[in-house]
């Protein structure tokens, strides 16, 4: 099993561009996140979805959009980049016993806006 | 609003010596306290998943104790190896679908 992955590593956006950042597991998860990890900040929640079709908001979610189409896949979307959305996007998913059970996180999406 | 407090944010240790890091909440309401370990330039690692009605977990050298009712947790590291260098981070379980709710982490230096 591949895990979680994440598409690209790596990216410079200019202010205004738009860009989807794609998250992958191969796992047969059910819930599914995407968090955004800023120095002195710590990880926070973007959005989530608890199964294919559905999305919800987490704490900060201006911004950016979601797509859950497959129950594989969850895109994360930036309309139109700003260089406050400079940060490092990890992608996490676990079962649908979410409570009992720990998220497995991907290794990470660097974002730069210039 | 939930926030996670981690004290120290660096920590460096002699190879051998045992050492605890601490981790505190303001909001007692859980599902669970989940401690991760962050190597440089990488994803996160779960380490040790604590239930809200459970006092402590155990993995080898590791030890983390839940005290819900006060806020707090403890990760315990015995016998401190340099291959246990890294940020270590605790994140708190709640909500709908067990959203996580981070610590800004303890990077952790173990000198040879």
């Known amino acids: 099993n591949a895990g979680v992955t994440q598409t690209p590593k790596f990216r410079v956006l200019k202010t205004g561009q738009s860009m989807t950042l794609l998250c992958a597991q191969d796992?047969?998860?059910?819930?599914m996140y995407w968090y955004r990890q800023d120095p002195g900040m710590g990880l926070r929640l973007i959005h989530y979805?608890?199964?294919?079709?559905?999305?919800a908001k987490g704490e900060v979610p201006d911004g950016y959009n979601v797509s859950r189409l497959k129950k594989q896949n969850f895109l994360l979307g930036l309309e139109s980049a700003a260089p406050s959305q400079t940060s490092v996007y990890f992608c996490?998913?676990?079962?649908?016993?979410?409570?009992?059970?720990?998220?497995?996180f991907g290794p990470g999406t660097r974002l730069l806006v210039l | 609003k939930q926030e996670v407090t981690q004290i120290p944010a660096a920590l460096s240790v002699p190879e051998g010596e045992n050492l605890v890091l601490n981790c505190s909440f303001t909001?007692?309401?859980?599902?669970?306290l989940q401690w991760f370990r962050q190597d440089p330039g990488k994803g996160l690692t779960s380490l040790l998943l604590?239930?809200?009605?459970?006092r402590e977990q155990t993995s080898g050298r590791l030890n983390a104790s839940l005290d819900k009712s006060s806020g707090r947790s403890t990760l315990y590291i015995a016998a401190s190896q340099p291959g246990d260098s890294a940020t270590y981070l605790c994140?708190?379980?709640?909500?709908?679908?067990?959203?996580?709710?981070f610590g800004t982490g303890t990077r952790l230096t173990v000198i040879p």
């Open positions: 994140a708190v379980g709640k909500g709908g679908a067990n959203n996580l709710f």
């Open positions: 909001d007692s309401a859980i599902y669970n």
């Open positions: 796992m047969n998860h059910e819930y």
């Open positions: 979805s608890v199964g294919e079709g559905t999305t």
């Open positions: 604590i239930q809200s009605s459970q």
């Open positions: 996490a998913s676990t079962i649908d016993r979410a409570r009992r059970e720990t998220q497995y």
